[in-house]
């Protein structure tokens, strides 16, 4: 099992080699009598997809909104791009975006406007030339020009994810990206994940509930439980370390605590 | 764990794309726009009428025409500026996007300089129309008072600013359950600012705290524009320097509330 951290480097043995997106030292939340995440480390390459997987409250979001600033550490460590977090966030947020199901987009504003104004926070260049490609990419022509609140759940999500790729950000975080999405939509939402990692050499970090998702797109997968990491490998390693086919019998196991697994 | 501090150098690009999305809000919803205009306009009518009556039978208040309707005007500036601020603020909250704000390069000092253009933007769509209907209807130009017009304005809305900045740090850390404190802190000034009163009506102990108010200064000075026919000065210099403090005490007030709702996690909700 991998662990969190006792040397404090925050790496384990499945890291691929690089440079780092993300580096996570010895991080902890305490809310009041709630300890949201626990001594939690983890150093994540540039170019790969990680997924972080857990149940409720095993401190996913806590996790990432850290990662973000939008959260303070209680002791912890976080680099991010090469910069440490929080203090120097205003070099590294132009570089960076997220979607997340705990934020919206104005419902009143139409998705031209919403994009328009995100690109002039993100000083994109070339605004309605990227608005263009993304509306295309995104498939969004069809009602570009409609509000936010008057779109369908799927359409929301695809503007979601423009807006999150409107400065073609090197690291991208995304708290479940398809969660309430139907099946095609969904697909199409990771398809273009894939394809975006692979374009533009990008970093994505994902929570997720979805054990398919993260079989399907995450080179990495670090497992939470109750704020602190239960397992950190490759899908491929994890499935095999537990002799279990896919990823929602691991988690599963997780848990409910069902397998002892040898320390690797 | 160090917490954020304030980042040196500012981006017009980045103020101007948050004027331009409260903007397009506006532009989309024409109750906004009414609303704006609705409230300023049955205030300065009530007022109009009751000094047309008072002057009809006070002589103090007949010579002394206008002191009750620019009284109105101004406190109309004052609440209307705060307002201004903090609902393009709340705007955010209600629309989940604080989030998305708080995630992107728009440094604090940006996003407070915004919505303080907001606040001018929304008073000028709501007094304007107030003052053309006080002119026209009741004889009062707001414009006539000249130059002392611009210095009562000016104090009043950086009162107004440094009100909506402590307020909207309130909200951001305690979530929209301290909503309310934004319609209802600034009806707490309008006793010891003396409004539409000389500070002497006030008890003598009660005096002090209300000269500590910069609206009081400004509501004197009108007061003794009117009916001694003299621009107090000193007044308006006493009322720029609390002012001055105020505002540095309400952005710091801001960004402490900001560090606090980072460490408490409040960024992430927003709600009740």
Same mark, same amino acid.
């Given at each position: ?52 997987? !857990?149940?409720?409250? =095993? +401190?996913?979001? &806590?996790?990432? @909104?850290?990662?973000?600033? #939008? %959260? ?76 936010? !609140?008057?779109?369908? =759940? +799927?359409?929301? &999500?695809?503007? @979601?994810?423009?807006?999150? #790729? %409107? ?87 997780? @848990?409910?605590?069902?397998?002892? %697994?040898?320390?690797? | ?272």
């Amino acid at each position: 099992m991998a662990q969190n951290d006792a040397s404090g480097g925050a790496l384990s043995a499945a890291d691929p080699a690089g440079p780092a997106a993300i580096e996570a030292a010895h991080l902890v939340k305490q809310y009041k009598q709630t300890r949201a995440v626990d001594n939690v480390s983890f150093r994540i390459a540039r170019g790969s997809i990680t997924g972080l997987l !857990g149940g409720n409250g =095993a +401190g996913k979001t &806590t996790t990432i @909104a850290m990662i973000m600033g #939008l %959260v303070l550490p209680t002791s912890g460590r976080i680099r991010v791009l090469g910069h440490p977090m929080p203090q120097e966030r205003a070099h590294v947020l132009g570089r960076m975006n997220f979607e997340s199901p705990y934020v919206d987009m104005p419902m009143r504003l139409t998705v031209r406007q919403n994009l328009t104004i995100f690109g002039r926070l993100y000083a994109v260049k070339n605004l309605a030339e990227r608005i263009r490609e993304l509306s295309s990419d995104l498939d969004l022509d069809d009602f570009l020009d409609r509000p936010n !609140g008057k779109l369908s =759940a +799927g359409q929301k &999500t695809r503007v @979601a994810l423009a807006k999150a #790729l %409107v400065n073609q950000p090197e690291l991208l975080l995304l708290d479940e990206p398809t969660a309430s999405l139907d099946p095609d939509t969904a697909d199409w939402v990771r398809e273009h994940l894939e394809t975006y990692r692979k374009t533009h050499d990008a970093t994505i970090l994902l929570a997720s509930h979805n054990m398919f998702e993260v079989e399907r797109l995450c080179d990495r997968v670090i497992i939470l439980k109750r704020g602190r990491i239960e397992e950190d490998d490759s899908p491929d390693g994890i499935m095999a370390r537990y002799s279990r086919a896919n990823l929602e019998e691991v988690f599963l196991d997780v @848990a409910r605590g069902r397998v002892e %697994v040898p320390a690797s | 764990m160090s917490e954020l501090s304030l980042d040196r150098g500012i981006s017009f690009q980045r103020i101007g794309a948050m004027i331009l999305r409260y903007w397009y809000l506006l532009l989309s919803s024409w109750p906004r726009l009414l609303e704006l205009m609705y409230w300023p306009i049955l205030q300065v009518i009530t007022w109009g009428f009751l000094q047309s009556y008072i002057a009809q039978n006070a002589g103090y208040f007949a010579r002394a025409g206008g002191t009750l309707i620019g009284a109105v005007i101004l406190w109309d500036i004052l609440f209307r500026g705060q307002l201004g601020f903090s609902v393009s603020f709340l705007e955010e909250m209600w629309a989940r996007n604080l989030g998305n704000l708080m995630m992107s390069p728009l440094k604090p000092i940006e996003f407070l300089l915004a919505l303080m253009a907001m606040s001018i933007i929304r008073l000028a769509l709501g007094v304007i129309p107030m003052t053309l209907l006080a002119l026209y209807v009741f004889d009062f130009n707001f414009y006539g008072l000249g130059l002392p017009a611009i210095a009562f304005f000016c104090n009043l809305i950086f009162t107004s600013w440094a009100v909506g900045i402590f307020v909207s740090g309130l909200v951001l850390r305690n979530g929209l359950g301290a909503e309310s404190i934004v319609w209802t802190l600034m009806f707490g000034l309008l006793p010891l600012a003396c409004v539409y009163y000389p500070v002497k009506v006030l008890p003598l102990w009660l005096q002090p705290v209300a000269w500590c108010l910069p609206p009081t200064y400004v509501f004197e000075g009108l007061r003794s524009l009117l009916t001694d026919h003299v621009f107090r000065g000193d007044l308006m210099l006493w009322a720029l320097v609390i002012n001055a403090v105020l505002l540095a005490a309400s952005f710091a007030a801001f960004i402490a509330l900001l560090n606090s709702a980072r460490r408490h996690g409040s960024l992430l909700g927003g709600g009740e």
